[in-house]
């Protein structure tokens, strides 16, 4: 996004990326209630004028805005799931958004950072964001991510190197096998992601 300069710049600059953002959110198509208290919850923060971004490592300010996209290989129908070091559980991909960053900009900052691929938009949203929750991390240095999550296209075989300094390993699961894995060892909003994403339907064939 192009940032405006001059006489009160950026308050300028600053309303049209919570203008960007509150235009992400009315796209989104609420799953369930729970989704649509979250998207409420995120409108009413980003039009409060509340800090967006974080500035300092690991909860400055306490709640701020995170990019996850989820890959996904269209035509078997499996998605990515990595083994997140410091949270410890099986989580998509990404990460904080930047201050004045576009959120699918950070999806693509953050796909070639951490899986080394290209950020290829999935048939099934485009570049726009599938998913949306608000939720309280774990661990030391908790705070609350508003986190938009974008689904991606790549093929099984295509990913063949990732960010081991952030991720323990990477596996692929069937959208079934992801349904059956534990709750507690997945990101709290994994199981409800996956059944949108099941109610959508995953196109078929191959992204060209």
Not at 6 to 20: F, I, K
Not at 38 to 60: F, M, N, Q, S
Not at 68 to 81: A, G, I, K, S, T
């Amino acid at each position: 996004m192009n940032t405006v300069t001059g006489t009160g710049g950026s308050e300028v600059t600053d309303q049209l990326l919570r203008a960007r953002l509150a235009h992400l959110l009315d796209g989104v198509r609420p799953w369930d209630e729970q989704e649509r208290a979250h998207l409420a919850t995120a409108a009413e923060w980003i039009a409060g004028g509340a800090p967006l971004y974080r500035t300092r490592k690991p909860d400055v300010p306490a709640v701020h805005l995170v990019s996850y996209f989820v890959v996904l290989d269209e035509e078997r129908e499996e998605l990515l799931l990595v083994a997140h070091r410091k949270a410890g559980l099986w989580l998509p991909s990404g990460g904080h958004v930047e201050p004045a960053e576009d959120p699918w900009d950070t999806v693509v900052r953050e796909c070639r950072e951490e899986l080394h691929i290209e950020a290829v938009p999935s048939r099934v949203c485009g570049t726009a964001p599938f998913f949306l929750t608000v939720t309280r991390t774990r661990g030391q240095g908790r705070h609350t991510d508003v986190s938009l999550w974008y689904v991606l296209h790549a093929a099984v075989g295509s990913i063949t190197s990732f960010d081991e300094g952030e991720f323990e390993t990477v596996r692929w699961l069937s959208l079934p096998q992801v349904l059956a894995e534990p709750a507690d060892t997945l990101d709290p909003h994994m199981h409800r992601f996956t059944r949108k994403l099941l109610a959508a339907g995953v196109p078929d064939g191959a992204q060209a």
